[in-house]
């Protein structure tokens, strides 16, 4: 048997799970275990400024490509206390990461030692499982645990946490022989999916709500051909988006209080029954749940037995694997249609892209400071299907949801239960150091940009280029617009004048200067003809020097985004002119009937 210690077994056995990169910041409790990653090489590790960034780039890595688990490590006690957001995010979103942290020596850990913190209690309600390994001889086990739960049933995120002792004992252990455990996801059986079937073919107007569990399942392909069998238009969640193509016939638009489509809202409320598949009818989804159900029936296909009726009952429930079940869903619908006993959906299908062409939002504008639903369209412009968006929350996010356009799985790579701030910018570095090939194009606020601008660095040291759009007004854009119902504007506004930079009146921060003095590239615009070959030359600087490269709009102060002020999806108050002829809105899927 091989000798080694206990920190190199876990090391092997990450590479015998799959892991080819990590993001950390090492430390004294963390150490041995950094010495096992360098003498066992085969991981590359990307070294962050913050701990928090590290868990936001793993969860950017995981989420760009399947079967992708990120790794995040840190010494101990503030290491993994600020890695708790990251594990809380995770587990929102069904994310699963690694965090691997130091901690003090056994002996002392029940004595406040120096940053010796019960890390495992604190993690362990964001995660699938927090354990401090007290033997070094089940450390193996511990791993080959971890990797399981990650995969198995919901994905999620796990903690592990190694005193140093445990760390540097030396142990038996064999990584030739090692095995992963076998993954369990639950599947629908034929007669449940025959069931949901004939209830949607007895609706006369049937909805696909296709969620992020499609995506985690690796399904998106078989929920297309499923929606093209049976000629149900589909709405993509938030998490979803990109399940299908934005200009598929069949694609019917978001739905939701804030980062939806006006002619996914009222497709919605025209229909009779709804297919929820890898959903969890969030609040920013559904909105009042007696305008989102009322004459509608329900099926919900989810992989956790218990998201089933969490929120509302459905009139039928399915727990499953979203890939296991399209898998029977497409057989089904198949031999269903060679028997000609589908019904023709292509009238409902057809109604709901006419709503596409007539309502839609404006995006041309020639304002001066700019109006942000242009920089959208700039975007729409400059950036092909084949860009891999990456977004976390705030007016930003919702108005590039509502404006922006997305084809693929994994290209909008947003977090959406915990919606953290600053979490963009280490997870788009997570993203193109998962995918360097990719056009990986990020989007923040200038207080999304602040939280974590930090992190700018790594991209400079470590050669990971992509491009940030920063839509720069100087405010807490989305509460100010929440404190309008209170009738405040308070402690929002993040104007000052900038004694260095006076050119920039009461914009405050000087994004450029500090993204250069953090080795980027970066580009201010305020003149919104001239975003589009800003944007080009930001795709230019990144392929040159390798670095991020930030492009700054200066947006008008105030801008007021389409959302509901009354949780009611029927209810989604436009403060902008609406789109009335094509010009103005030249880059939607649908050229607009007037």
Not at 571 to 579: G, W, Y
Request: aromatic share 6%; proline share 6%; hydrophobic share 45%.
């Amino acid at each position: 048997m091989a000798r080694m210690t206990a920190a190199r077994a876990a090391v092997e056995i990450l590479k015998r799970e799959g892991v080819t990169d990590a993001f950390g910041v090492p430390g004294a409790a963390i150490n041995p275990f950094y010495a096992a990653l360098k003498a066992s090489g085969g991981i590359t590790h990307t070294l962050a400024r913050h701990v928090e960034g590290a868990s936001h780039m793993a969860e950017g890595y995981t989420r760009t490509h399947a079967g992708n688990i990120g790794v995040c490590i840190g010494t101990s006690g503030p290491a993994g206390t600020d890695m708790i957001t990251g594990l809380y995010s995770a587990t929102g979103d069904s994310i699963p990461i690694l965090c691997i942290t130091g901690q003090a020596p056994t002996a002392v850990i029940h004595k406040e030692d120096f940053q010796a913190v019960d890390i495992a209690s604190i993690a362990a309600p964001v995660t699938k499982m927090a354990v401090t390994v007290l033997e070094a001889a089940q450390v193996p086990g511990v791993f080959q645990q971890a990797f399981h739960l990650m995969r198995s049933g919901r994905p999620g995120p796990v903690l592990i946490d190694l005193p140093i002792d445990v760390q540097l004992t030396e142990i038996e252990f064999d990584p030739d022989t090692y095995e992963p455990l076998p993954v369990y996801k639950p599947a629908a059986s034929r007669a449940q999916i025959e069931k949901a079937i004939g209830m949607l073919n007895a609706a006369e107007r049937p909805l696909i709500v296709a969620g992020g569990g499609v995506i985690n399942a690796d399904a998106a392909e078989l929920l297309v051909q499923f929606a093209e069998l049976t000629g149900t238009p589909v709405v993509p969640t938030l998490m979803g988006w990109g399940v299908l193509p934005d200009d598929h016939e069949l694609n019917a638009g978001m739905v939701g209080l804030q980062t939806s489509h006006r002619y996914g809202n009222a497709t919605f409320l025209e229909s009779d029954f709804v297919l929820g598949i890898g959903n969890r009818w969030a609040n920013r989804h559904t909105g009042r749940l007696d305008v989102y159900t009322a004459g509608r029936t329900f099926v919900h296909v989810d992989i956790e037995p218990t998201q089933i009726g969490r929120i509302f009952a459905p009139d039928y429930g399915i727990a499953s694997d979203a890939r296991a079940a399209l898998e029977l869903f497409v057989e089904v619908a198949k031999e269903m249609k060679a028997e000609g006993t589908l019904p023709d959906r292509s009238a409902w299908a057809a109604a709901a892209q006419e709503r596409r062409a007539t309502l839609q939002r404006r995006t041309h504008f020639d304002d001066v400071p700019i109006k942000p639903q242009r920089v959208y369209e700039e975007m729409n412009k400059a950036f092909g299907p084949e860009t891999r968006y990456v977004s976390t929350i705030g007016l930003s996010q919702i108005a590039g949801a509502q404006m922006l356009h997305v084809y693929r799985p994994r290209h909008w790579i947003n977090c959406g239960q915990a919606g953290p701030l600053g979490w963009t910018v280490p997870a788009a570095l997570g993203v193109a150091k998962a995918d360097p090939g990719a056009q990986v194009v990020a989007l923040s606020g200038d207080y999304d940009f602040q939280f974590m601008i930090e992190e700018l660095a790594v991209g400079a040291q470590h050669k990971i280029p992509y491009v940030h759009v920063l839509v720069n007004n100087a405010y807490l854009g989305l509460i100010r617009q929440a404190q309008r119902a209170f009738d405040i504007d308070f402690q929002v506004k993040l104007e000052f004048e900038n004694i260095n930079t006076p050119e920039l009146g009461v914009y405050g921060v000087d994004h450029v200067k500090v993204a250069e003095g953090l080795g980027c590239k970066a580009i201010r615009v305020t003149d919104p003809g001239e975003l589009g070959a800003a944007l080009e030359r930001a795709k230019q600087l990144a392929a040159e020097f390798r670095v991020p490269v930030v492009v700054e709009a200066i947006l008008e102060r105030v801008t007021n985004i389409s959302m509901s002020t009354t949780n009611d999806i029927g209810n989604v108050v436009e403060f902008e002119e609406l789109a009335t002829e094509p010009a103005h809105a030249p880059t939607s899927i649908r050229t607009l009937k007037a």
